[in-house]
């Protein structure tokens, strides 16, 4: 006699033929007579059975008609890659903001079967609906899981979030960044919030000047926050972290940020503050418009922050106005303690993923209180030019590893406070004459030390 277990796998062996014989008269009879009986009896079969439940992703969900659901799309990219290994026709195309050629199945081959953790998954596309309801708009579509009943707690518990984080490393894999600025909200009605370009900044963790003990920590840092979805879950807390970057100008303040986006693979909405004009609103507006997996980058706190933190003697009449001080010259200036408290709030009960950098050259002006632990996770010194800073950095722009010349200039520099923009600075190659790149440039950084170390 044949076992249960044999049964279940030949049922579910014949319900994924019924869907690949489906798909093929879909893709060979597109409208019509045929294809609508063809699904409308699929779709009864496999409900009658009673033993198997579907799960449907839409394309598109809520209310606005352009709001793609990010779910289909890391869906789409997983079920790309694992069925590209059987797919017979392919088209090729540029990924979204990368230049890289991105192989996809065409539509009729999506009918696939996935197995995770030894049970069986068959995916479809739909690109009718099944209930009739009204298209929000063409071509909209459904990407359908079928599975055995039995399935519903590894479904639910751990295959849809496998899913969902490999489709998105995949997507991850062929993007580029993007920098962000935020509009003011007069242009709103004719652009979006935030405008954006590809961000190619070349700054890595690699390249980046600053002590090797610093750069550890701060990349062992970056590495935990960036696994810690359950922890935050676990301890209630939104998954996000602050950082305070300050140093004099030219230490590498942008360059880091620039360094930590590559490293993550996130996004910078780099937030003008002075733009923003609108209050409370317009502020948790711009804040909730950004996505999950990005850095939220304020600088300069000190020019455009109110550092008193001293509340306003006049009568406050409402909560926008306590944020949101009028002082000179009738501008709104935030102040940084309830610019905090309003962050806190905000994504305690939304979104995740978010590092939010605040950068000053003055961290002396600002109130202890508001730098504590809690507010800002973690202060970031970028000082003056180290010696493990200027092998970095000779190594980048000249590509020399001289023993006896870094002594000479470690003597020189320890002497000196020189930022690592004035060592690259003087550095960079300046000629193409045929000259000695290397002594040219140090020569020029040589002589700029010395006369530094004369003037001090
Ligand atoms: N730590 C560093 N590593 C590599 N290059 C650096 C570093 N610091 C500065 N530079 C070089 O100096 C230039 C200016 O640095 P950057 O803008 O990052 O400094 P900053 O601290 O943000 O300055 P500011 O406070 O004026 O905005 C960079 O484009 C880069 O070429």
Same mark, same amino acid.
């Given at each position: 006699m044949r076992k249960m277990g044999d049964h279940w796998a030949a049922i579910g062996t014949s319900l994924g033929s019924i869907m690949v014989l489906y798909k093929m008269i879909e893709h060979f009879f597109p409208y019509g007579f045929l294809h609508t009986h063809v699904e409308k009896y699929t779709q009864r079969i496999l409900r009658c059975t009673n033993l198997y439940v579907q799960i449907s992703i839409d394309e598109y969900t809520g209310e606005l008609i352009d709001q793609k659901n990010q779910s289909y799309t890391f869906t789409e990219a997983y079920l790309n890659a694992t069925a590209l290994k059987h797919a017979m026709q392919l088209t090729a195309c540029t990924a979204k903001n990368s230049e890289k050629l991105v192989l996809n199945m065409v539509d009729?081959?999506?009918t696939i079967t996935d197995e995770f953790h030894g049970a069986k998954f068959y995916w479809m596309l739909t690109s009718t609906n099944e209930f009739g309801k009204p298209r929000k708009v063409d071509n909209d579509r459904s990407l359908t899981v079928t599975f055995h009943k039995r399935n519903r707690k590894l479904v639910m518990d751990m295959y849809l979030d496998h899913v969902m984080e490999k489709g998105r490393e995949l997507l991850e894999r062929n993007q580029q960044r993007k920098l962000y600025t935020n509009n003011s909200r007069d242009d709103w009605y004719k652009q979006e919030m935030w405008s954006h370009v590809i961000h190619n900044h070349p700054a890595t963790f690699d390249n980046l000047a600053m002590d090797m003990a610093k750069k550890e920590d701060i990349i062992k840092d970056l590495t935990a926050f960036s696994k810690a979805k359950d922890y935050y879950a676990k301890i209630g807390k939104a998954w996000k972290r602050g950082y305070l970057l300050f140093g004099p100008p030219g230490t590498g303040k942008s360059t880091m940020i620039a360094a930590i986006s590559k490293f993550l693979n996130y996004d910078i909405y780099d937030l003008e503050l002075k733009s923003v004009r609108g209050g409370n609103s317009e502020l948790r507006k711009l804040l909730l418009d950004t996505s999950d997996r990005s850095i939220i980058v304020i600088e300069d706190i000190d020019c455009s922050?109110?550092?008193?933190n001293k509340r306003k003697k006049k009568k406050i009449r409402s909560r926008d106005q306590e944020m949101w001080a009028d002082h000179r010259h009738g501008e709104m200036v935030v102040t940084l303690s309830v610019l905090l408290n309003f962050i806190d709030g905000l994504w305690s009960s939304t979104g995740g993923e978010r590092l939010i950098i605040f950068t000053t050259n003055?961290?002396? &002006?600002?109130?202890p209180a508001l730098i504590r632990r809690g507010r800002m996770d973690k202060l970031i010194e970028l000082g003056y030019c180290s010696f493990d800073g200027f092998k970095i950095l000779a190594k980048n722009y000249l590509n020399i590893d001289d023993h006896s010349l870094f002594e000479t200039i470690r003597c020189l520099i320890s002497e000196t406070q020189i930022t690592p923009a004035d060592v690259a600075e003087n550095l960079m190659? &300046?000629?193409?004459?045929?000259?000695d790149y290397s002594e040219v440039c140090l020569g020029n950084l040589i002589c700029a030390l010395e006369k530094l170390k004369e003037d001090t």
């Open positions: 009729y081959e999506m922050i109110e550092l008193t003055h961290v002396e &002006k600002l109130d190659p &300046k000629s193409v004459n045929g000259d």
